[in-house]
């Protein structure tokens, strides 16, 4: 097998490997570049094949960074299978679409006020783009070992991190390899943790939280006390928020915090289409998750869904306590850029992230103390208090990660550092180097690398 890196090099986003396998071609996630223009700019340059020769695509699962690029790939060309969980298949029925209709909203909304540099501006993909990339998703069930093109064959093992999240594992007649997509942390309140690692030659890790321990907070703990002042200085809290995962986290912990009168018991609304469909889905996916029915019904009810744009807009009158949590969690797009135009400049309110903000976001900017941000062309004035939960995380962090691939039931030939900023991945590297007896190396973006198993040369 030879294994290309496309994406997840040098950067938490863009993830895609190349399989090449005799005359198959396998794409094992299809994720959109995001942050910094340089690396947002790589979703418009052409890939280094045809995407009409691609076999098949596996996605890890339904992150738009290892999702969001689908549409794109199958408007230039492919149309062959793509491979996931069912969970995985149910969240691109809404996310694909979303993220389409935010890029055809964004650029028609830079065409009217005339704040881009292009003319006119396009969407990367449209709605119809993702409506024909959800028609190839074939669902496969857990742990079944599956011949997805001639030679080649996958299987799926639970990652936690996300409904649907999973490391994968493809094996071909020259070895194994195994994916392991977002792995989760194993005391994840919402999520399982992740599954034994399966035995595989070589291993592909993610490194987001590479060179770091999370700390020993307590989430419910930290977010009732930042929720708390905020509400005590009559303010509103703005949570930018990943629709898929997070959204319904912390809709979870406000339902738990409320039961108790652990916060006051203001109105919560939850201002994403995407997020609304997204949280009724945890229901359907009982077993891969911690919650109750009873737990489900409570984060199904702690706010108020937020669906018409005559209604988001009408949450930017707010004036006294209250808290939106809102799409895109690094803020990026979406209804929160209205929301920050609109309580960013109030000392009163409290902006709080809820996850790792990469470089080059609006999020980074904000957390990093930027006393103004750029939005829809308008620089506006930041005095809102800044803020970002540190106990949210849904990835392994540097220990948890390198305590699962101890775990692998076959030590691995090589391990591939991946899908981390380049500081994370390089320490990851080394602890790994440390702690067990490995060849690691961290690869560049485009590098390919001709796997072969022990004993061949």
Not at 21 to 44: H, M, Y
Not at 63 to 75: A, E, M, Q, T, Y
Not at 137 to 143: F, G, H, Q, V
């Amino acid at each position: 097998m030879k294994l290309t890196f496309l994406g997840g090099a040098g950067t938490v986003t863009g993830s895609k490997y190349l399989i090449e396998s005799g005359s198959q071609r396998l794409l094992v996630d299809c994720g959109l570049f995001q942050g910094l223009k340089r690396l947002r700019e790589r979703n418009w340059q052409p890939l280094p094949f045809a995407p009409g020769t691609l076999d098949a695509v596996v996605l890890t699962h339904a992150h738009l960074d290892h999702s969001g690029f689908l549409p794109r790939l199958v408007r230039s060309g492919f149309h062959g299978p793509v491979y996931c969980t069912a969970a995985t298949r149910d969240l691109l029925g809404i996310l694909l679409p979303d993220s389409a209709w935010l890029q055809e909203e964004e650029a028609e909304f830079a065409n009217r006020r005339r704040y881009s540099k292009h003319s006119p501006a396009l969407p990367l993909y449209t709605v119809a783009d993702a409506r024909q990339a959800l028609r190839l998703l074939r669902p496969i069930e857990w742990s079944a070992s599956v011949a997805v093109v001639p030679g080649i064959s996958l299987c799926f093992s639970p990652a936690g991190h996300l409904l649907g999240a999973a490391s994968v594992l493809v094996e071909a007649s020259s070895g194994r390899i195994l994916f392991s997509g977002d792995l989760g942390r194993p005391d994840d309140c919402v999520m399982r943790p992740p599954a034994l690692p399966s035995k595989a030659e070589w291993v592909v890790i993610e490194s987001t939280y590479g060179d770091r321990r999370h700390p020993s907070v307590d989430a419910e703990t930290e977010l009732a006390g930042l929720v708390n002042r905020a509400v005590q200085r009559g303010g509103v809290t703005v949570i930018p928020s990943f629709a898929v995962g997070r959204a319904q986290v912390l809709l979870h912990l406000i339902a738990r915090l409320k039961a108790r009168a652990a916060i006051a018991d203001v109105p919560v609304f939850l201002n994403s289409p995407m997020a609304t469909d997204v949280t009724h889905i945890y229901a359907s996916h009982a077993g891969e998750h911690r919650l109750t029915a009873e737990e489900c019904k409570a984060m199904c009810t702690a706010a108020r869904f937020v669906n018409s744009i005559d209604e988001s807009k009408s949450l930017n009158r707010l004036t006294g306590p209250a808290i939106i949590v809102s799409a895109s969690g690094m803020a990026t797009g979406g209804r929160v850029l209205h929301h920050l135009k609109a309580f960013a400049p109030d000392e009163r309110n409290l902006i709080l992230f809820a996850g790792h903000q990469a470089a080059g976001t609006r999020g980074a900017v904000l957390v990093g103390g930027a006393d103004e941000v750029k939005i829809h062309g308008q620089w506006i004035p930041v005095r809102a208090e800044i803020a970002q939960l540190q106990s949210l995380s849904a990835h392994a962090d540097r220990d948890q990660l390198v305590a699962w691939l101890k775990s692998a039931r076959l030590q691995p030939v090589r391990v591939f550092v991946t899908h981390g900023e380049p500081a994370a991945a390089d320490a990851l590297r080394h602890y790994i180097r440390r702690e067990i007896p490995l060849e690691v190396t961290v690869p560049e973006q485009g590098e390919s690398i001709q796997l072969e198993s022990p004993g061949t040369s």
